[in-house]
Each structure stands twice: as C-alpha cells, then as structure tokens.
C-alpha cells in the first residue's frame, strides 16, 4: 500500500480563520513533506519532518505552522492567511535515509482563502 | 533551482510510444533521476528512477545516456489517461531528501 491520504480535499476560509490540513500514511516511512502548488507551477517544499522533528523549513511565513504528532501523521495549522496562500497543498513521505529515496504523495488539498 | 531542462509541451498519438527528455547536464555522480507525472489537480505520481542503467516497470522504461547528463521516459504505448505533466527531477542527497520540480512536459495524448 502506497497510499498517502489529506483531509478536507477542500477548503475555504477567511483570512481571520484558523484551520488544520491533515495528512496521514500507514506505509512506516519516517519522512513527511508539505509542499505547496499554485496553479499552472511546480509543487514548491514548505516543510520537510524526519522521525517527527522539523528538519527544514524553507522560509515558509509563520502563518503556516506544521506539526507531527506522530510519525504517521502531519498537520498544517493555518491562521490569519492571505488571498495569495490560495493554493493547492501536497503531503508527501519517504522511508528517509537512503539516498534511493521514492516520495510518495497524497491527493492534495484546495485551499481558497476569501 | 531546478537542474533539469524538458520541452514544455508535447503531443503524442494514442497507441505510439510517447518519448519525453530530460537534460541534466550538471547531474553528479551519486545522484538518482526520478520521473513523476501529475494528472489534472491530483497530487504528483511516481513513475520511475534510475542511477546508472536502464530502468523498466509496468508503467515505463527509462533510459540514462552513458554521460548521465540527460534522459528519456518512455511510455511504449500512450493511452489518453497518459495526459499529464512530467517532471524530471535530480535527487540531491545532501539538501534533505529535498525535491525540486522543474517546470515539466506538459504531454497530450490524442486520439
């Protein structure tokens, strides 16, 4: 099974809002990712975590707060975003620690911030 | 920065052999390329990597010239479900397992 799952696959909300993207595999890999898509572009890395520590954090505004619970689980926690964080955002996960290294990645959730 | 190059666009008939390249000239010696599609507003699908020789699964062969420094995903018999962005991607081992997307093929398969 190389099934990477997000939850809401949709989501709209206000710049005053917070809400939580969520991201979920059951394949044992100890490496999850964030990356963020905006439309017609490549996917762009937000947050790398390995064995549920932050490793990279590639500038992203504090307004994006990852978490991992868990080394099945991640989170995205939003809060005060801006029209422009509209997007679609892409977890991923990888085993980690090899240098042959295959990111598996989930379906993705669209963001629209009103 | 992306280190790959690819043609933005390509057509290819349905049935024939869609041949999509990849130059990656500055590419060193420890480090894999990987090919990844992505459908319409789904997420990115792994398709296959490759070091040094040839590489084939059920879904495509990949050939890495001699030099390393392009390649060719082959999709031997393109369907239109085979309609999709492809990006090449050069794993660098020392930026953390990172992946960074080029621009892609944007490949249509036509009746």
């Known amino acids: 099974d190389t099934e990477v799952t997000q939850t809401p696959k949709h989501l709209v909300m206000g710049m005053t809002n917070k809400k939580s993207l969520k991201c979920e595999q059951h394949m044992g890999h100890r490496a999850m990712y964030w990356y963020k898509q905006k439309a017609k572009k490549p996917p762009e890395l937000m947050f790398v975590?390995?064995?549920?520590?932050?490793?990279i954090n590639e500038s992203v505004p504090s307004r994006f707060s990852p978490e991992c619970p868990n080394s099945s689980l991640l989170n995205l926690h939003l809060h005060a975003l801006q029209p422009e964080d509209s997007a679609l955002y892409l977890c991923?996960?990888?085993?980690?620690?090899?240098?042959?290294?295959?990111?598996?990645f989930g379906p993705g959730t669209r963001l629209l911030v009103l | 920065d992306a280190k790959t190059t690819q043609p933005t666009s390509m057509d290819c008939a349905e049935g024939r052999a869609a041949n999509l390249p990849c130059n990656h000239s500055?590419?060193?010696?420890?480090?894999?390329v990987y090919w990844y599609r992505q459908i319409h507003s789904q997420g990115p699908q792994y398709i296959i990597h490759g070091l040094k020789n040839n590489e084939t699964n059920e879904m495509a062969s990949l050939i890495i010239t001699e030099d390393r420094k392009s390649s060719t995903l082959i999709l031997p018999h393109a369907t239109l479900r085979d309609t999709a962005v492809y990006y090449c991607?050069?794993?660098?081992?020392?930026?953390?397992?990172?992946?960074?997307f080029g621009q892609g093929t944007e490949l249509s398969v036509k009746p």
């Open positions: 975590y390995s064995y549920e520590k932050l490793s």
């Open positions: 991607i050069v794993r660098y081992d020392n930026q953390g397992g990172k992946l960074i």
């Open positions: 991923a996960s990888t085993q980690w620690g090899t240098t042959e290294e295959t990111q598996y």
């Open positions: 500055t590419i060193s010696g420890n480090e894999y």
